[in-house]
């Protein structure tokens, strides 16, 4: 079974320059994630789709951050434009099934992570 | 959102037991706990999750307290490949600091 693969695994830019990754979540997973990991932190979600929808995107810095999921599979993140703090590693992962009616957690809903972008802000 | 409290960091010989411990006193009555480690340069990798028994697999133990306040995941022989960081979520997408596990030889 192949897993979630992302890409570019990693990426410079300067400050106010804009950049996009990308996800490629595992077949048939119908919720993607995006997580943002800061240096010696844990992952923090930023967005959740299910399917091509929006679950949750609390988190997201809509100022500057956007995502989509079109067709419900991949799925892009962008950041325009790009600020010193936001040098960290986006993680993209999957799951069979998110967050379940009423946002109650489900039986198991393993998430399954790709390598990561690690994005540099200089 | 449970909000979970891991040491920062512990040391364990190789081929002994690492018991490494969660605190997740807010967690609500229906969600589950769930581990993940973190090798470096990579993504976070599953590891077990348990409601209210004690769960086994192939990789570890989770052992859950009667109150579901807090929990331990057991490497019951650890190898040099389980240094790693490792995280208990209290719904998955809280992530915390994570304990730092090192093995040593």
């Known amino acids: 079974e192949a897993g979630v693969a992302q890409s570019p695994r990693y990426k410079i830019i300067e400050k106010r320059q804009s950049v996009a990754f990308w996800c490629n979540p595992i077949s048939g997973h119908a919720t993607l994630y995006w997580y943002q990991q800061i240096l010696g932190q844990g992952p923090k979600l930023l967005i959740q789709f299910q399917n091509n929808g929006v679950v949750d995107d609390s988190q997201l810095p809509k100022d500057r951050f956007s995502a989509e999921r079109l067709k419900g599979v991949d799925s892009t993140l962008k950041i325009q434009p790009a600020k010193l703090e936001d040098s960290a590693v986006y993680l993209c992962a999957s799951s069979l099934r998110g967050k379940g009616p009423r946002g109650g957690p489900l039986t198991k809903n393993i998430q399954y992570f790709g390598a990561g972008t690690r994005l540099s802000v200089l | ?105």
Not at chain 2, 77 to 91: Q, S
């Open chain 2, 1 to 105: 959102d449970a909000k979970t409290t891991q040491p920062p960091s512990m040391d364990c010989a190789e081929g002994r037991a690492a018991n490494l411990p969660c605190n997740h006193s807010t967690i609500s009555g229906n969600e589950y706990v769930y581990w993940y480690r973190q090798i470096h340069s990579q993504g976070p990798q599953y590891i077990i999750h348990g409601l209210k028994n004690n769960e086994t697999n192939e990789m570890a133990s989770l052992i859950i307290t009667e109150d579901r306040k807090s929990s331990t995941l057991i490497l019951p022989h650890a190898t040099l490949r389980d240094t790693a960081v490792y995280y208990c979520t209290g719904n998955q997408f809280y992530f915390g600091t994570g304990t730092s596990l090192t093995v040593i030889p």
